[in-house]
């Protein structure tokens, strides 16, 4: 499976962006797709991770109420709508599949996008 990660771009606080995750190849053994994030000086993080089949979606608390995950099937495409964004958002965005029930670490994702940037000012 290949990811293609984008929508990333330079922002003010408050303002939206909505990431795109576009999956290539065998995407049928694909069972959750995330999202994680990695900030200046800072470890990866998870942010948010969808079932591919049911649509269940998880979420990290510090995205919660502003960040919505979702999927397309039809167009093997999965989408981060970010709302409300702050300056410790400013990252870059990796999207990660699994073939498995992951959900928050990392070590359960096998394939990983080439990362987006997201820079919010304040």
């Known amino acids: 499976v290949q990811l293609q990660a984008s929508g990333g771009g330079l922002v003010q606080a408050g303002a939206s962006l909505r990431l795109s995750c576009a999956a290539s190849g065998p995407t049928f053994t694909i069972v959750t797709v995330g999202w994680f994030r990695q900030g200046p000086g800072k470890e990866r993080e998870f942010v948010a991770a969808i079932r591919r089949s049911g649509g269940s979606t998880y979420y990290a608390d510090s995205v919660k109420g502003r960040f919505t995950i979702s999927r397309d099937n039809t167009k093997n495409t999965a989408y981060l709508q970010m709302n409300s964004l702050k300056p410790e958002d400013t990252a870059v965005y990796y999207c990660?599949?699994?073939?498995?029930?992951?959900?928050?670490?990392?070590?359960?994702?096998?394939?990983w996008g080439q990362g987006t940037q997201v820079t919010v000012s304040s």
């Open positions: 990660a599949s699994s073939t498995r029930l992951a959900i928050r670490s990392d070590v359960n994702y096998d394939n």
